[in-house]
């Protein structure tokens, strides 16, 4: 997201990706430089002559998807919200909302961690949010209420994210040893009553959070026209 979003300032360079990284705390200052390598190696980063970098078209029309994916569950809270993930298609919208996006979670990243558990146990690991997600959909029902258990091999997660079996193995003992997961038989996994809670909240807040964003941009076009229909009003006149 920091990449995307110095890309559309212009600024995508080691020094101000350091900068972030180290304030935010999401990454140490030295990880930048091997995110940045990384990302040169898949192909959605290339140098440029001003010894910046910038992401390629195929990773902002990807990176564009995946913001439109996640604001498509947002407009079923907040039907007014509805033009937004289409809205994006304009790169003009698109550089706006990231700057949004960016701005407030980089606040939001200087505040106290509301769920430092749940980062351990499944945000910082390797595959971590993907395997969360996979939880998320095979152990609750239709209405996000947990159920009594599902089966979810731990072959077929290190499989499907391309991690050992034996990373996989520690997560979930983290998880189970910090009340997010019970180990209800062969395979089989719950949501811990007491740890669900949090992983509740930790996705109702990426929503309000999306919410939020969606209403500042749809506020900011609005401001916008108004200046236009101003601006013709007073050449008119």
């Known amino acids: ?10 600024g995508l360079n080691l020094t101000l990706l ?18 940045i390598d990384f ?4 192909g959605v980063l290339e140098a440029a002559p001003d010894h910046c970098y910038r992401t390629t078209p195929a990773f902002q029309k990807a990176w564009c998807r995946h913001i439109q994916a ?3 569950p947002v407009a079923l809270l907040d039907p007014a919200l509805a033009p937004v993930p289409a809205a994006l298609d304009d790169p003009g919208m698109y550089q706006h909302f990231l700057a949004i996006q960016a701005c407030r979670l ?11 558990s749940l980062r351990a146990s499944f945000l910082h690991p390797l595959a971590g949010c993907a395997i969360l997600h996979t939880l998320a959909l095979a152990c609750t029902d239709e209405g996000f ?3 009594e258990g599902a089966t979810v091999p731990l072959t077929a997660l290190s499989q499907r994210f391309a991690v050992s079996q034996p990373h996989v193995r520690r997560l979930l003992k983290r998880a189970e040893a910090n009340r997010f997961l019970l180990h209800v038989g062969p395979s089989r996994r719950a949501f811990h009553p007491e740890g669900f809670p949090t992983v509740r909240y930790h996705y109702a807040a990426h929503l309000a959070e999306l919410i939020e964003c969606g209403r ?5 076009r609005a401001d916008e026209s108004a200046a236009a229909e101003e601006q013709l009003e007073c050449t008119a006149v």
Not at 1 to 10: C, E, K, P, Q, V
Not at 20 to 27: D, P, S, V, Y
Not at 106 to 116: G, N, Q, T, V
């Open 216 to 220: 500042l941009l749809l506020a900011g």
């Open 70 to 72: 996640a604001l498509e």
């Open 18 to 35: 350091r900068q972030i990284c180290a304030a935010t705390g999401l990454l140490t200052a030295n990880r930048a430089a091997a995110l």
């Open 145 to 147: 209420v947990p159920i």
């Open 1 to 10: 997201m920091s990449a995307a979003y110095l890309d559309t300032r212009g």
């Open 39 to 42: 990302m040169l190696h898949i």
């Open 106 to 116: 980089y606040a939001l990243a200087s505040e106290p961690d509301p769920f430092p």
